[in-house]
């Protein structure tokens, strides 16, 4: 479910690293929590993202939630089919969803994100 | 039930409402000339008079209103408008009253306001308030730049507002759009502002604390004091959302709990019209430290004159055309003025007493995230229909057929397909009832049929809406192209 090599926060993002490169979407758990995603905002190429900094927001039917960058980077794209296509979101969450790719500036940070084991853990934990 | 159609699919060419006398005088070509005449309107509907009265009175019978039934929206506080208070705002002095006549002619109207003011600071405790905000979201935002306002005057650059997770979403709206950082205060077992979280959150860099009293869960606030303390120690300023003040009203004030500045909804709690565009009204109250920085003009009384006051300086400025939506503030001091402060407080009681029938009634059944005693409303969760498939959108558009309002859905955010229900003090306990039955009924039909609920509503004028396709494509304009695709 849970793709292995990609790291996972508490607030539902993952990320998947190549080099310094960052590729950051939301979880299968925080698609389905949300509902059908109506529109994703994304922040411009080039912004600075402190860790835990707002990136964007997602508007679904149900609510609009905003989206955090789990580590420190500089944007240097954005998924422009989502401008198109949100659903691709909730569709395929861990692929053709990604949000964000950065230029990751501490790889600590990531590091110390969780494991897909620890995901699935820290998800079963959750009280609903 | 016949569809009714759009009223470009009931245009013939030629029809029109009225006919013109024959021009008697020479046509001169230069009427137009000066204005503009949009030329992108593409097929103008043209009908008769009488198909034009009868296809928008068609239409309003499909719509649902309080005074058709019940109406539990959470937070929304959707009560019964009396009508006396319409009877008072159609009075010709207040009617026909023009906002720009000289003051000495407005000497009444102004009166209204002022007494409406001071009404509304001893139902508070607040200091001041004014009367120019539209409705509650201008009202924070209003709320928001007084404080920026006079950190600024001291000098103090602060640069975040903290907000609980179970904040209305407009909370963070109001403080983003007033360039603020949001922070979220996380909520205790108890469903209340964690105070750990709150006091590690504070610091000489936060502007305010944005707090709902009772919060949206309908849980009061117990600690207040000691957030409010919290906040301030920290030289921040407390704000609250008045959204709720319906649990409150008569009973406690939030002048008295330290709060430094206050959104009232005249619109929820005082009764005025509300869904259909209401219009609003928003007042904002504030403690003496924030008062120079409120909106002018002020209403301001001096000796037995009532008088706009545009004498101040540090004032935030106007936020509103003239002095707010003023045939509203009257309708709100017909209100007070009718129920008196026993009145007043009869309506906090009553309201607790109704939302604790239901919770009581329907707790055994639907599930509860929080224990905590609740005021004026209580958030059930849809976690025990997981099995069955269904979720709180299903039982809110089968409660349709059961011709209820369905309450506030999925919010607060952090109670699981949450259903919040707020019944004012307006119904009767028969009223009540029907509706504890109904949302009985849906629960057994949610484990016996659930595909029942899932294909509802099934006795509405349109069945179940596509809400996805509505947010993602929306067509907001009929053209000539779409003829025949109604």
Redesign the interface.
Known sequence: MYPEEYRYSKDHEWIKVEGDLGTIGITDFAQKQMG?V??VEMPDIGTELGHHQTIGVI?S?????DIYSPTAGEVVEVNEDLNKS??LVNEDPHGKGWIIKIKIKKSSEVEKMMSYSDYEKFLSGLD? | MIREPLIFVLSEKGKRACLLPVLDVDEKKSVTQGITVRKNIKGFPQVSEVEVVRHFTRLSTTNYCVDEGFYPLGSCTMKYNPKINEKVAGFEGFLVAHPLAPEEMNQGNLEVLKLTEDLLCEITGMDKFSLQPSAGAQGELVGMMMIRACLESRGEQRKVVLIPDSAHGTNPSSAHLCGYKVREIKSNSRGTVDLQDLAAGMSEDVAAFMVTNPNTLGVFESDIKEITRIVHSEGGFVYMDGANMNALIGTSRPGDMDVDVIHLNLHKTFSTPHGGGGPGSGPVGVKEVLAPFLPKPHIEKRGERYYFDYDRPQSIGQVKSFYGNFLVVVRALSYILSLGPEGLKEISEIAVLNANYIRKSLEDIYHLKYNSPTLHECVFSDLFLKDFGVSNLDVAKRLIDYNVHPPTMSFPLIVHGALMVEPTETESKRDLDLFIDAMKKIAIEAEKNPELLKSAPHLTYVRRLNETTAARNPILKWTPESKGKE
């Open positions: 059908d109506v529109y508007e039917v149900k609510a609009v939630s949100p659903e609903e």
